[in-house]
C-alpha cells in the first residue's frame, strides 16, 4: 500500500469512527444537592476540634451520635469564638452542606453548652 491510499484509508477510519461516536447517547447528569437556602438550620451539640496542618487546618464537630461536621464561616469573628472553644463542648446552628468527604456545615451560631 502506498503513502497516499494509506492515509486516504486511516482518514476513512477516523471518520467513520467520529461519526460512531456522534450518534452515542449522551448519559443523564444526577441532579446536584439542594442549595443551602432551600435546607432549614439545623441545631447540633459535640465538641469542638481543629483537623488538619496549621496550614490546611479546619474546625470539626463531633455530635452525641458520632457523626464529623466540617464547619465553615466566612466571618473571621466567629472562626476567632471557634478557636477560643476548642475542645469544649459547643452547640452550633448552621445550614448543611452539599457533603465532600465528610457533612459540612454553614455556621449561623455557635455558643458553649
Known amino acids: 500500500m502506498n503513502c497516499v491510499a494509506g492515509r486516504k484509508f486511516l482518514a476513512l477510519v477516523m ?3 467520529l ?3 456522534a450518534d452515542a447517547p449522551i448519559p443523564m447528569r444526577k441532579p446536584f444537592a439542594k442549595p443551602v437556602s432551600s435546607q432549614a438550620p439545623i441545631e ?3 465538641e469542638l476540634t481543629l483537623k488538619g ?3 490546611n487546618a479546619w474546625f470539626a464537630l463531633r455530635d452525641d451520635k458520632g457523626k464529623l461536621w466540617r464547619l465553615e464561616s466566612d466571618d473571621g469573628k466567629l472562626l476567632q469564638q ?3 472553644w476548642q475542645n469544649r463542648r459547643v452547640k452550633v446552628v448552621g445550614l448543611p452542606l452539599p ?3 465528610v457533612d459540612r456545615l454553614k455556621i449561623i451560631s455557635v455558643a458553649p453548652e
Open 15 to 17: 471518520l467513520l469512527n
Open 19 to 21: 461519526t460512531a461516536c
Open 44 to 46: 447540633l451539640g459535640g
Open 53 to 55: 496542618s496549621e496550614y
Open 82 to 84: 471557634l478557636r477560643a
Open 99 to 101: 457533603k465532600m468527604l
